[in-house]
T-cell receptor, first 113, second 113 residues
Framework: AQSVTQLGSHVSVSEGALVLLRCNYSSSVPPYLFWYVQYPNQGLQLLLKYTSAATLVKGINGFEAEFKKSETSFHLTKPSAHMSDAAEYFCAVGVDSSYKLIFGSGTRLLVRP | EAGVTQFPSHSVIEKGQTVTLRCDPISGHDNLYWYRRVMGKEIKFLLHFVKESKQDESGMPNNRFLAERTGGTYSTLKVQPAELEDSGVYFC???????????FGPGTRLTVT
């Protein structure tokens, strides 16, 4: 069965510092992988997706993620954090032909001035 | 183009009452999904419609939950009677016919007291 693990329910970084949010997945078939972000009082917004093309995926707002099959990981990074990046981030795997999503438990990113 | 909309944004009801949540997907999207996030837990899949047909309802918690999608357009999710553990945020998402990417609505926060 597919599953997603996000390490760290809360991550705190200084403005301008590297952002690294970890995601590991378990899937019996090549997965579709996603990162979504939820800003305060808003819905989920797609940051980026991996669909078996390039292993390094670039998303919106300067975020990118690298699919590493050997490590079953899909970590999200951004070179320099901005105050506006403070939000909750969700990693998800798409399951079977319906593409229903299995989510990780979420990581709340705090950006310190 | 309008995104996925959900109504109401918040609902507070007493245990035993009935509540109906509504989701309007992006126009032309055949796939419609319902998810739920209970406080402190991960976002979990409830069910998936393709047009007006239920494709997968494996995530529905019990028979107090009834989802419909009349005419393959908007969808409703009724909880009757509501229990305390039904409290959470209910998300709706939609995608194109063979779409990998799901677009989420802002969610409905349901509080059962």
């Amino acid at each position: 069965a597919q599953s997603v693990t996000q390490l760290g329910s809360h991550v705190s970084v200084s403005e301008g510092a590297l952002v690294l949010l970890r995601c590991n997945y378990s899937s019996s078939v090549p997965p579709y992988l996603f990162w979504y972000v939820q800003y305060p009082n808003q819905g989920l917004q797609l940051l980026l997706k991996y669909t078996s093309a390039a292993t390094l995926v670039k998303g919106i707002n300067g975020f990118e993620a690298e699919f590493k099959k050997s490590e079953t990981s899909f970590h999200l990074t951004k070179p320099s954090a901005h105050m506006s990046d403070a939000a909750e981030y969700f990693c998800a795997v798409g399951v079977d032909s319906s593409y229903k999503l299995i989510f990780g438990s979420g990581t709340r990113l705090l950006v310190r001035p | 183009e309008a995104g996925v909309t959900q109504f109401p944004s918040h609902s507070v009801i007493e245990k035993g009452q009935t509540v109906t949540l509504r989701c309007d997907p992006i126009s032309g999207h055949d796939n419609l999904y319902w998810y739920r996030r209970v406080m402190g837990k991960e976002i979990k899949f409830l069910l998936h419609f393709v047009k007006e047909s239920k494709q997968d309802e494996s995530g529905m918690p019990n028979n107090r939950f009834l989802a419909e999608r009349t005419g393959g357009t908007y969808s409703t999710l009724k909880v009757q009677p509501a229990e305390l553990e039904d409290s959470g945020v209910y998300f709706c998402a939609s995608s194109q016919e063979s779409g990998v990417v799901q677009y989420f609505g802002p969610g409905t926060r349901l509080t059962v007291t």
